[in-house]
């Protein structure tokens, strides 16, 4: 089949902006976030003292194999489940180290560059051996502790995971009737690795403040994702490239098989995302003078008005060539989930759907019923407007497209702002 217009296809889906200090948190895919704790029961036996322990992190982050540092944190929360008794002289050792392959641990290559905790609570610095040590408050009944912890990832190049295991014990030295022996030591444990991205995709934490003011270069085994950040606010970023993805084209127009998803928390980005992709051995007839990106945005919830056949949306659809739709309950008659639509007749709140490019506007038979969710989709490069002429003028000109032959085929560089799928 002869790729008319082929078109490069990337994702990019902006993650929530993260708290200042750094609580990061990931839903499932890329970037991750976890909470690992041991399995004893919790709330604790009665006889016991009644207090959790769980360690937080996200995973799918980069080592630091480069000249500039990625980054990753650890929350270690302390939960005290006591109704009535004060839990006393409560102390922390997180302890760090790398992890090889077959789970050979050696020792952490990774840098702790801050610690945030309360201002009554003391912790040491990484310690030769690859511990932390704190010494916390008494915690009184449903007391929460909380540290969290920013590191450099690991420069060992072999390294797979780097895993913290936080051991807390506490005594309990309050006389009481249900534990004669006082004072006893308790201890609770739990381990988390923050496990290191694979070649097709990298990751990074973007701290706040002197570490996360500067250029950010997330590569992979196909492509890079370049962002800024000011430093104000922490955020995290993703990329995973798929090689042979053969969906996510549009209006039928043959394109080429490789994607990137990228997760971007918006947090203290400045200015456009760039991606620059390798693409490996292209068709003889795809030119890179012409090529295209498809971008799909992420979804945002739309109202249908079947008198009106129009569509009200939260953001503006200007610009915007195709929609995809899908709801809880069932989309607006005739339409269809999982079929692509050309926009027709946008403005920067509403929207018309068609079967053809600049067709008529379909007419709906019903608004549709449960929350119905809109995926814009933009073709980059398909006006004389969109392109770039040199890589660096796509993070000027916004969004836009440049594509250039080399020895192992195109690189091509593609720009825009927001999040989605970019193909």
């Known amino acids: 089949m002869t790729i008319l217009r082929p078109s490069f296809r990337m994702t990019l889906r902006v993650a929530a902006a993260l708290a200042v200090a750094c609580a990061f948190l990931g839903g499932a895919g890329t970037g991750a976030a976890d909470d690992i704790t041991n399995p004893s029961p919790c709330p604790s036996p009665d006889k016991a003292k009644r207090f959790c322990v769980t360690v937080s992190d996200t995973d799918g982050v980069s080592r630091s194999l480069g000249t500039d540092p990625f980054y990753m944190a650890y929350t270690v929360t302390v939960r005290s489940t006591e109704k009535s008794r004060s839990l006393t002289h409560p102390t922390l050792k997180a302890t760090l180290v790398d992890l090889l392959a077959n789970d050979v641990a050696a020792p952490t290559t990774a840098v702790l560059k801050r610690t945030t905790i309360d201002s009554t609570t003391t912790c040491t610095g990484l310690a030769a051996d690859g511990t932390i040590s704190c010494n916390l408050p008494k915690l009184t009944p449903g007391a929460v502790w909380v540290a969290r912890f920013l590191l450099t990832t690991a420069t060992n190049a072999n390294a797979l995971a780097t895993r913290l295991t936080a051991r807390v014990s506490v005594d309990e030295r309050e006389s009481d009737s249900i534990d004669p022996r006082d004072p006893n030591q308790e201890v609770r444990e739990a381990v988390n690795p923050t496990v290191y991205a694979a070649g097709n995709s990298a990751g990074t934490i973007i701290p706040d403040g002197a570490e996360g003011d500067r250029h950010f270069s997330l590569p992979t085994s196909l492509s890079s994702l370049e962002l800024e950040s000011d430093g104000s606010l922490a955020f995290s970023a993703f990329i995973t490239d798929f090689a042979n993805d053969k969906a996510r084209c549009f209006s039928n127009v043959p394109c080429l098989p490789q994607t990137s998803q990228s997760t971007v ?5 400045v200015g456009a995302i760039q991606w620059i992709r390798q693409i490996l051995n292209p068709p003889g007839s795809v030119n890179s003078d012409d090529i295209e990106a498809i971008h799909r945005y ?11 056949n129009t569509f009200s949306a939260p953001k503006t659809f200007v610009n915007i060539d195709g929609v995809r739709l899908s709801s809880t309950g069932n989309v607006p008659a005739p ?38 969710t809109a995926e814009r989709i933009r073709v980059i490069g398909d006006t004389a407007d969109e392109r770039a002429t040199t890589c660096a003028e796509t993070l000027t000109k916004v969004p836009s497209i440049f594509g250039t032959p080399n020895s192992a085929g195109i690189l091509e560089c593609v720009s825009d702002t927001e999040n989605g799928f970019m193909k």
């Not at 992420?298 to 009106?308: E, R, S």
């Open 298 to 308: 992420d979804g945002v919830t739309v109202t249908a008005n079947a008198a009106t």
């Open 265 to 269: 928390g918006s947090g203290s980005l």
């Open 335 to 372: 339409l269809k989930t999982g079929t692509d639509y050309f926009v027709v007749n946008p403005t920067a709140a509403s929207f018309q759907v068609a079967k053809t490019k600049g067709g008529n506007p379909i007419d709906l038979t019903s608004a549709g019923t449960g929350t119905i």
